[in-house]
């Protein structure tokens, strides 16, 4: 199998380099490959005078060769062995690949990161050198001839390469059992580069191949699963091999294995008729095992719906899911075995709160989508990888919402997903959703809030514009003419155009290629309305600053949809506003009193009216706010306060619209109100208004908070999701009640730290972080924190992390940030998290800043600078920073400091954040005093929803 001189020197190669600590493993290693060898006996004398060069590193060749692979080669199947040694945190592998050749060449051009090449060989091909490229990540074998084109070849190579201290690439997990011993696991983690880190490969979602997979692991109860079923076992003592069938063709990052000592649970999909049934199957330390139910049982529905949506049958016979002990995304789709955190699987109604279960629903959707819009059809590069990640996005609210329609989830997007990346788009530092990306860091960096949250929003936009029936029509052509094959955008919106009558193509490309979003400005007209386009931009300094790079000048095709006072609820109106007209007119009645854009705010754009008009539209909230649906109240209090904050809109309309909120009961539109007035308090803390501010917003929540109350309701989800809305809000502008409610519940818990005295788990992070909040006493954070040291529940371990980050005690928050940097308190995993908790403090923020400068060559070093979450840390640490001085400061630390790698966009949005916020309070903070100064608190209960 691998010939380099001789068999002899090949058994030697692998006995020393590949399995020095497993003798049994070599043993029958060694017997697989003497069985491979006579296979080839004749062919042996060809490679009697091949000389294979060491394995040579070097920074970057001299020749033309960029990030990407050349084209001349294409993997077709993969024969891959791997050892994790889970004792020593290292591991072993072999390979051989089976590769034609399209393009005449004498060098074998693929990916190899932090692995030790100890052999390679080409079958009947003399190898003269392989080099390891270490800054392109590159493995190239130079061979003595030009291969032929049409011909198949076969590279074999053997490697190794260490499990510890990374999330990425094959890497070491632990868990404490239920008896508190450490139990070691081994897992993977591919996307989108990580691949070449556990084997080399073509690492391109376009190279795809069959893999035939075979994991040793060790005997007794320690197994091993992969992408397919189990085929064979083998026992060799020690340790057994398992031997997987081969996979579909797929790309390298979709790949996973996974060695452990779970145990399990399953049931049965029922395809219904498209395909066959199949069984899913939930892993879990043994420990947990019965947190899976909830898993299982929302897996099997939504991926019920899924196949009835695609009407494709899903590809493989069999579905499994993990829960993984350390794992640095929330999971992730491998093909047939998805991997999740723990706290993305794991449900337990004594820990998991309202929250939790919607969480774990809807990254099960999200993943369990992208068996089909991701898997089956690939995009052929990065820069389309919101092909996979926006349909998905958008598609686990679908899906969570057919298993649980009392849920709200059609409304929650809005929420959750499309108002927040507007915050990020109305950003210079934003861009297009299809965005070149070449590097590791380049590649990394681009699965962010755009590709997902933008990605999703847009697609939402599309499928509301084409009609459901339509959409989904396409999608299902979509995936029957690609499957197994990879595509670009231009693929998807060909689909979408065939089964409408208007050009989607350029009315998308309007949306995926230029970044941003216009706000459209209506006025009064003559016989009805007009409307206008332009960018929005959520600092107006920054219009001076734009560059007009655009081929649309950044202006889009808007898919408008309108209702007005006169109309029946249900009637809407719709028409596409081109990019290329300047003004569109709307001819209705003069006696119209108001006119609403963007019904349910479906599109992805905001709306500001004239005086007139937004005068109307309060009038018509407070006097009978149901004649609005949720969605539509969400939109007019988001869009109010967003043109509020970039100074296209005078901050009396949000806020004197805030007076109908005595009478809103629902979620969303509070979920809204909620998060804009614990903004406001930040934002305004260190200014002359905060007093009066404060004492207005407390009486604005001080009725709802009365009414939700403390007692959780286990059988009404969206209330139980307000009364945490409600409470956080009410416990953060310090409204005493909420407050004495917090510490009551905290010290008696703290106390006497009982199942019975711990409050409800959608309460405990309020709890916990207000409670300790309002303590003086260190013994308290050190109980506190002794508690958290010794939960197992990784859910709740996040809530009390929380909880530890609202003392108000500098020092204490110091000591917290330096023992977070020791894994054996805080996982990797879940850093960057405790970090921005603390940062998320006042009292912390100072000291989470001082300590990022001062520890930025650890960090980097410990991190990597190609991953995307520490990237995104300097934007989150300084999000409130409003000061010239803290300006400079930053400035100061990228001087220091240019390396950026993916964190070059969050250092660029960190700077334009900072700009905006001396540029709010400059435009703001005075109106909002005088407003507050000249008003009375209006709340009435007539009306009420």
Known sequence: MFLSRNWMQVVLAWAVAAFATATVVVAVQNAKLEADLRDVQEKIDIYKELDVRPTLQRERREDNIDYRLPTALLPKHYELYWHP??????????????????????????????LDVTNVYVLNREVVEYVLEVERQLLIITLTEDLVVGSSITLGILFNGNMTDKLVGLYSSTYKSEAGDQRNIS???????????????????????????TVVHPTGSYHAVSNMKLSESNYLGEYTEAIFESTVSMSTYLVCIIVSDFASKSTTVNANGIGEDFTMEAFATPHQLNKVDFALEFGAAVTEYYIQYYNVPYPLTKLDMAAIPDFSSNAMEHWGLVTYRETALLYDESYSSTLNKQSIAAVLAHEIAHQWFGNLVTMKWWNDIWLNEGFARYMQYKGVNAVYPDWGMLEQFQIIALHPVMVYDAKLSSHPIVQEVESPAEISAIFDTISYEKGGSVIRMLENLVGSEKFEEAVTNYLVKYQFENTVTDDFLSEVDLVTDFDVKLLMRTWTEQMGYPVLNVSRGDAGFLITQQRFLSNKASYEEAPEDSEFQYRWSVPITYTIDAWEDDK???????????????????????????????????VNYEDSLWDALIKQLIAYPARFDVADRAHLLNDAFALADASQLSYKVPLEMTAYLGQERDFAPWYVAAEKLKALQRSLMFNEGYVSYLTYARTLVDSVYQEVGWSVDANNHLNNRLRVSILSAACSLGLPDCLDQAAQRFNTWLQNPTAANRPAP?????????????STSNSDWDKLFELFMEETDASEKLKLMYGLAGVQDAQLLFNFLVLASDESIVRSQDYFTCVQNIASNPVGEPVVWDYYREQWPQLSARFGLTNRNFGRLIAQITKSFASQ?????????????????????????????????????????????????GTSVPLTKKNRL
């Open 885 to 933: 001085v803290k300006l400079e400061e930053l400035q100061q630390f990228y001087a220091k400091y240019p390396e950026s790698g993916a964190g070059a966009n969050s250092r660029l949005e960190a700077v334009e954040t900072i700009k905006y916020n001396i540029e709010w309070l400059k435009q703001n903070s005075g109106d909002i005093s005088d407003w507050l100064s």
């Open 187 to 213: 897992s993977t983690q591919f996307e989108p580069v990580y691949a070449r880190q556990a084997f080399p490969c073509f690492d391109e979602p376009a190279m795809k191949a069959t893999f035939a997979i």
């Open 572 to 606: 809407i109106e719709s028409f596409v506003f081109a990019y290329n007209i300047d003004t569109e007119a709307i001819a209705l009645d003069a006696d119209v009193q108001w006119i609403k854009l963007n019904v349910h705010q479906l599109g992805y754009y905001r």
């Open 762 to 774: 959608d309460l405990r992070e309020i709890v916990y972080y207000y409670g300790m909040q309002q």
């Open 85 to 114: 040694d889970l004792d020593t945190g290292t591991f072993t592998g072999q390979e051989k690949i089976t590769i034609d050749v399209v393009e005449a060449t004498n060098q074998i051009i693929l990916h190899s990161y932090l």
